[in-house]
């Protein structure tokens, strides 16, 4: 069946009793078992939910995958799969990883042996030379944030597969409508859900998709033991989200590849970083593994010191920390997703002081346009 198709008929049989349309909201902590020697298909609210579970079935049709696992976070979802690794292992990871991926590497799995090594994943010889005897995963992302860099997925995992390592790639901002890593032989599929699946910047959530059993049996056991599970009212959340997630990326998407020509034509405008542009670096690996260049986009005002003004007057995309929403979101990367990260190591990343990242939402074009038109005025 057809995209679309899929979206809306996945991951539930109408129930049996009622033929409700949507899935119901099973808010129950324990399941009656019928006997000892015969027990139910759910047991304990933490092991399975019958909400969780359709919302964990759709992610695995949508992915191509056969094992979903649906988190209290995307950051949960990161910190179970990295849990897929023993004290003394090692993991190559893209050096633009999401900021919270950063801290969870630096800052808490070194702290259990776990250790890491950043390299620019776009350089495949860089990774092959990070690469040691210790090494058990590369933890990718692409496009990376803010910069948009690329990596070739399908490359890295036959560099995985050639040195036995696992792999494991954060597809948040393109979901499995643009891009899907298992068809290219990724192993782990992870997935921050409060972004684009879950669409309306109303609930907190990640999913994780894999397609072996015995990586599945390991993260369930994971996800039943650290016990990082997502509700069941947010697990319909998300559901209700995903039935209009092509609609929702067409549109935006759409929006935001006229804005990405827009600005680079714009004087005020230094540098624009989108997988849509011509000059877009890896632009033709991304065109290869991926259906389309996404709804996010950056770019850096040629005012280095131009950005509190810029700020003070952009009206219609939110100034927040998130992406992925109907609304459009702004964001700046020095004071907000990477401020955590040393600033020698944002200016290796080129993220400066005057670098925005824009989520594109489903208001009027027109309607963005002008209010960046006008608050590119004001800067020099
Ligand atoms: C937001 C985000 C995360 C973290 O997800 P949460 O749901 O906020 O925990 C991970 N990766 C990427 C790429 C993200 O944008």
């Given at each position: 069946m057809d995209w679309e198709t899929r979206l809306i008929h996945s991951g539930y049989d109408l129930c049996e009793h009622t033929g409700a349309v949507s899935i119901p909201i099973?808010?129950?902590?324990t399941f009656r078992q019928p006997s000892i020697d015969n027990f139910g298909p759910f047991e304990y609210g933490r092991s399975g939910n019958p909400t969780r579970q359709a919302l964990e079935g759709l992610m695995a049709v949508l992915e191509g995958g056969m094992y979903g696992f649906a988190f209290s976070s995307g950051m949960a979802a990161i910190s179970s799969a990295l849990s897929l690794l023993c004290a003394g292992e090692h993991l190559v990871v893209s050096r633009d990883v999401y900021g919270g991926t950063y801290r969870a590497l630096t800052g808490l799995f070194n702290r259990f042996g776990i250790t890491h090594s950043f390299v620019d994943t776009s350089d495949l010889d860089a990774i092959q030379a990070a690469i040691t005897a210790q090494t058990k995963a590369l933890f990718l992302e692409t496009p990376s944030n803010p910069i948009l860099r690329i990596t070739d997925l399908a490359a890295c995992a036959s560099i995985a597969k050639r040195h036995g390592l696992f792999t494991i790639v954060d597809n948040t901002f393109m979901t499995p409508y643009l891009q899907r890593p298992l068809e290219l032989g990724i192993d782990v599929v992870v997935h921050s859900a409060t972004k684009f699946l879950g669409g309306h910047s109303d609930t907190i959530a990640g999913v994780a998709v894999v397609n072996d059993e015995l990586l599945a049996r390991r993260l369930r056991m994971v996800q039943n033991t650290f016990g990082a599970v997502l509700g069941p009212q947010d697990c319909w959340l998300v559901q209700r989200g995903i039935r209009t997630l092509k609609v929702r990326m067409d549109a935006q998407q759409e929006k935001a590849a006229k804005l990405a020509a827009w600005l680079l034509a714009h004087?005020?405008?230094a540098a624009v970083y989108y997988?849509?542009?011509?000059?877009?670096?890896?632009r033709e690996v991304h065109a290869a593994q991926s259906s389309g260049p996404g709804c996010v986009l950056s770019f850096t005002l040629?005012?280095?010191?131009g950005a509190r003004a810029f700020l003070e007057r952009v009206r219609l995309p939110l100034l927040a920390v998130s992406l992925g929403g109907v609304e459009s979101i702004l964001s700046h990367p020095t004071t907000m997703s990477h401020a955590s990260m040393p600033k020698k190591y944002q200016e290796i990343l080129g993220i400066e002081e005057s670098l925005f990242r824009l989520s594109v939402g489903l208001e009027s074009y027109a309607d963005l346009e002008n209010d960046l038109a006008q608050a590119l005025d004001i800067v020099d």
């Amino acid at each position: 069946m057809d995209w679309e198709t899929r979206l809306i008929h996945s991951g539930y049989d109408l129930c049996e009793h009622t033929g409700a349309v949507s899935i119901p909201i099973y808010h129950a902590s324990t399941f009656r078992q019928p006997s000892i020697d015969n027990f139910g298909p759910f047991e304990y609210g933490r092991s399975g939910n019958p909400t969780r579970q359709a919302l964990e079935g759709l992610m695995a049709v949508l992915e191509g995958g056969m094992y979903g696992f649906a988190f209290s976070s995307g950051m949960a979802a990161i910190s179970s799969a990295l849990s897929l690794l023993c004290a003394g292992e090692h993991l190559v990871v893209s050096r633009d990883v999401y900021g919270g991926t950063y801290r969870a590497l630096t800052g808490l799995f070194n702290r259990f042996g776990i250790t890491h090594s950043f390299v620019d994943t776009s350089d495949l010889d860089a990774i092959q030379a990070a690469i040691t005897a210790q090494t058990k995963a590369l933890f990718l992302e692409t496009p990376s944030n803010p910069i948009l860099r690329i990596t070739d997925l399908a490359a890295c995992a036959s560099i995985a597969k050639r040195h036995g390592l696992f792999t494991i790639v954060d597809n948040t901002f393109m979901t499995p409508y643009l891009q899907r890593p298992l068809e290219l032989g990724i192993d782990v599929v992870v997935h921050s859900a409060t972004k684009f699946l879950g669409g309306h910047s109303d609930t907190i959530a990640g999913v994780a998709v894999v397609n072996d059993e015995l990586l599945a049996r390991r993260l369930r056991m994971v996800q039943n033991t650290f016990g990082a599970v997502l509700g069941p009212q947010d697990c319909w959340l998300v559901q209700r989200g995903i039935r209009t997630l092509k609609v929702r990326m067409d549109a935006q998407q759409e929006k935001a590849a006229k804005l990405a020509a827009w600005l680079l034509a714009h004087p005020k405008v230094a540098a624009v970083y989108y997988p849509g542009l011509s000059a877009h670096p890896g632009r033709e690996v991304h065109a290869a593994q991926s259906s389309g260049p996404g709804c996010v986009l950056s770019f850096t005002l040629a005012d280095r010191q131009g950005a509190r003004a810029f700020l003070e007057r952009v009206r219609l995309p939110l100034l927040a920390v998130s992406l992925g929403g109907v609304e459009s979101i702004l964001s700046h990367p020095t004071t907000m997703s990477h401020a955590s990260m040393p600033k020698k190591y944002q200016e290796i990343l080129g993220i400066e002081e005057s670098l925005f990242r824009l989520s594109v939402g489903l208001e009027s074009y027109a309607d963005l346009e002008n209010d960046l038109a006008q608050a590119l005025d004001i800067v020099d």
